[in-house]
């Protein structure tokens, strides 16, 4: 399976828009990095997304982008950003028949999904940027010997996206 993990873009403040939806830089943002995972000819078999409005934005422009039905993206609760690791690689198990799944969530959800896909023990420092994505390959879940293929930051989207 590949493992696809972005944090949202950035967001409004709660002051401007009570639920915080993205921005007009985070909604720009996620566009071009929506327009260079295409580019790089990567496509899904799965969508998951908080129920978080940015995240839900995220994953709807990034769905747009890469040609995948956004209305068969799947809200869930497993990856909010409070959700321990262990529950959202689970919910990924059960969904093995899907071979390249995109995660749109928060930090620090993303960062510690990583890290658990990763490595035992003690936990790998994953710097995500809002709107960056990074690529683990695994045999089979539940595991701890995934292969981080890569991490792009949103500039580095960017300049594929141009």
């Given amino acids: 399976m ?6 949202h ?8 828009d009570p639920d915080e939806g993205l921005s ?9 990095s929506g327009k260079a995972l295409r580019k790089m000819g990567i496509g899904f078999d799965l969508i998951l997304s908080s129920p978080k409005k940015r995240s839900r934005q995220t994953a709807t422009i990034v769905a747009e982008e890469a040609g995948f039905p956004p209305e068969k993206i799947m809200e869930t609760e497993k990856v909010k950003a409070m959700t321990p690791p262990e529950e959202t690689i689970k919910a990924l198990s059960e969904l093995s028949q899907h071979k390249r799944v995109l995660i749109a969530g928060h930090l620090p959800s ?6 658990s896909l990763l490595t035992e023990g003690p936990k790998a420092t994953i710097e995500f940027e809002r709107g960056g994505c990074c690529r683990i390959d695994v ?3 539940p595991t701890h010997s995934g292969r981080l293929r890569w991490y792009l930051t949103p ?8």
């Fill in 2 to 7: 590949e493992i696809y993990l972005m944090q």
């Fill in 9 to 16: 873009g950035p967001a409004l403040p709660k002051e401007q």
């Fill in 24 to 32: 007009p830089d985070g909604e720009a943002r996620i566009h071009a």
């Fill in 110 to 115: 993303v960062a510690e999904i990583a890290s």
């Fill in 139 to 141: 045999e089979g879940l």
């Fill in 155 to 162: 500039e580095q989207l960017r300049l594929i996206a141009s």
